[in-house]
């Protein structure tokens, strides 16, 4: 696998970490990071970047949509590995 790769799933389940963190301190709510995550996601989504291709667009997407799957497995009490969030994104997207 790409090195780079490997250095953005950690990244990745970095911030979930932080994320989960600022909730348990109170800092923010689970509706909170959900409302911002989805408003990177609407960024992309709705930016002027048209020569980003359906491929781009869908990778882009992938981390936001990682954070949002693991803020809601947190709510639940779950916390899951990167393969099972980047496992449960391919089937919903």
């Given at each position: 696998?790409?090195?780079?790769?490997?250095?953005?799933?950690?990244?990745?389940?970095?911030?979930?970490?932080?994320?989960?963190?600022?909730?348990?301190?109170?800092?923010?709510?689970?509706?909170?990071?959900?409302?911002?995550?989805?408003?990177?996601?609407?960024?992309?989504?709705?930016?002027?970047?048209?020569?980003?291709?359906?491929?781009n667009?869908?990778?882009?997407?992938?981390?936001?949509?990682?954070?949002?799957?693991?803020?809601?497995?947190?709510?639940?009490?779950r916390?899951?590995?990167f393969?099972?969030?980047?496992?449960?994104?391919?089937?919903?997207?």
């Amino acid at each position: 696998m790409n090195t780079a790769n490997l250095q953005l799933q950690g990244l990745i389940m970095a911030v979930a970490c932080l994320a989960d963190t600022l909730v348990q301190k109170g800092i923010l709510s689970h509706s909170d990071l959900s409302a911002a995550l989805g408003e990177a996601e609407n960024r992309i989504e709705n930016s002027d970047d048209r020569k980003l291709s359906d491929a781009n667009r869908a990778a882009t997407m992938f981390p936001i949509r990682v954070l949002l799957l693991a803020n809601q497995e947190s709510q639940s009490g779950r916390k899951l590995s990167f393969s099972e969030y980047a496992e449960l994104v391919g089937k919903l997207t």
